[in-house]
Each structure stands twice: as C-alpha cells, then as structure tokens.
C-alpha cells in the first residue's frame, strides 16, 4: 500500500510539470514538450533575448537517484562534447526552486513519429535509404567524438524542411563507461534491451536497423485478417536492402562500425540511382 501511495504522490503531485507562463530563472515556459521516466521537458523563452530553448527538468522525485542529477550532468557532458548544426546545443544548467535544469537550443519540426503516425507519411524504399543515409552521418559524426547514442528512435529525430536532427542524448555513453547509471551489469534486462544499452557502435546499428524498418512499414498494408508474419515475409524488399537489415539487426553477421554501414548504404543507393537513370522514358 505504502508503496502505492508514493508512486501515486510522486505522479500526481510531486512530478507534477511546472505551469505555462511560469518563469525558471530568466526563462518563461512557453509549454510542455513531455514527461519521460526520468525528466519533464519544456520550451521556453528567453526573457531578455526571446530565444526559443528547451528546458530539461529532473522530475523531483529523482533528486536523490542515480538517475537524478547526476544523470543530467552527464548529458550536459555530453552536449558539450558536440557541435554540429543538426544536434541540440548545450546552452546552461541551473537549479531553481531545489530543481535541476538542463537549457538546450529548441529545434522545431515533427519528429519522424509524427510524420509517420499523425501525418501517414508513406516512404518508398529509395526514398527510406537516402532518409537513413542522412540519420546515419549524423550517427557516424557522434560515434567518432566518442559517444554511443543508444536511443536513435523515430520520435528522437526532427525533420525540418528535408533535414534531419537527432536529438535527446539523455540515454548517450561515452566509449568506455558503464552501461547503466546503477547497476553493475545489464544481466536483468531483456535481451533486446541490452542490444539497444551496449556502449559499443553494434547498439545504434542495432536501433538503426529498427528505425530502417519503421520507415519501410509506412507503405505496407496488411490484408484483411492475415495473420502477422516477420518482416522478411510482410515487406517485398531488394535483396540487397533485406540482407542490409539482417546485419543491422545482428542476425547475420554485424557490421563493424557504422561507417562500414555507410558505405554498403551508399552503394545501393548509387545502384538504385544508376537503374533509373538507365531505364528508358515511356
């Protein structure tokens, strides 16, 4: 009971997301972007400059966790180890009120959980492969500062005027630290989930590989009352690309890095590329 009564408090009181038109500092809340497990997310406004930025609280029940504080400063760590035009920019951290805030540069555009859900988008499979090839730089470009990202999803990718941006690095891993903030392994997990929290380049292909996936679906209809089959059987792909996602996926033998990826990537494109041109005009 007991402990029902704390998660309860803790959901409906004490987490409870700061109001609209609050000001955080020199900051205002212009509204809330989300709650996670770990955190509340705003944009807000600058007071002085009107700057749009995201505000990254530590939900309060957190405080004294692992995954309070402590986490935020690492992200902060993080950000600050990256500048690149397509990835948030570490702007301050601050405590306001006993509670920690992480100011990052506001990035605006739907995510590609928004395109593809709300929107319906339908992407072809030429135009899936040039979609990851942009995703897959920006990855590369993390990998070779040292940091795995380990949460490349749909909705941690905005996409601005044909643009990929890869955000929320809250999950992110410099090479050679421990996977988890916590525990000393990852031995309870599930054996997906620790696919996807290696600090090792095999988990961003791994999460690359099921982002590939997502976009491929957006054209599949499914007939009436089939059952559910593997990917392999419900999507008609080259075979080429089908061999592509078995190594993302670690059924077939991995890839060694994401840039050997690339490569593989960037050949079927210029072979797709080549087919088109080659074919003639009715």
């Known amino acids: 009971m007991w402990k029902r009564l704390v998660a309860w408090w803790n959901q409906t009181i004490r987490d409870k997301p700061y109001r609209i ?57 993080i950000l600050q180890a990256l ?84 955000i929320d690095f809250g999950l992110a891993r410099f090479c050679g630290d421990s996977p988890t903030y916590s525990a000393a392994d990852m031995s309870s997990y599930p054996e997906e989930k620790q696919l996807k929290r290696h600090v090792e380049p ?24 089939q059952p559910e089959r593997s990917w392999e059987e419900e999507l008609t792909l080259r075979p080429e690309v089908a061999a592509m996602i078995r190594r993302l996926l670690q059924i077939d033998r991995g890839y060694a890095d994401v840039d050997e990826w690339l490569c593989d990537l960037k050949a079927i494109i210029q072979s797709q590329t080549r087919k088109k041109s080659s074919t003639p005009s009715p």
């Open 83 to 166: 500048c690149h035009p397509q990835i948030p920019r570490f702007i301050e951290r601050f405590h306001f009120q006993g509670n920690a805030f992480l100011a990052m540069s506001y990035i605006d555009g739907p995510t590609l959980e928004e395109l593809l859900f709300d929107e319906q988008a339908v992407v072809g499979e030429s135009e899936a492969a040039r979609y990851m090839l942009q995703i897959g730089e920006l990855v590369s470009y993390v990998h070779r500062h040292g940091i795995i990202h380990r949460d490349v999803r749909i909705p941690n990718v905005i996409w601005q005027n044909g643009t990929p941006y890869l």
């Open 21 to 77: 038109g609050t000001r955080l500092g020199h900051y205002t809340i212009d509204s809330v972007l989300g709650m996670g497990s770990y955190g509340i997310a705003y944009r807000a406004r600058h007071d002085v400059t009107g700057e749009l930025i995201v505000l990254k609280q530590v939900k309060p029940s957190l405080r004294r966790s692992p995954k309070g504080e402590a986490m935020q400063a690492y992200e902060q760590r």
């Open 202 to 225: 095999a988990s961003d292909l791994y999460a690359l590989g099921h982002f590939f996936l997502f976009l491929l679906y957006t054209g599949y209809q499914p007939g009436e009352d």
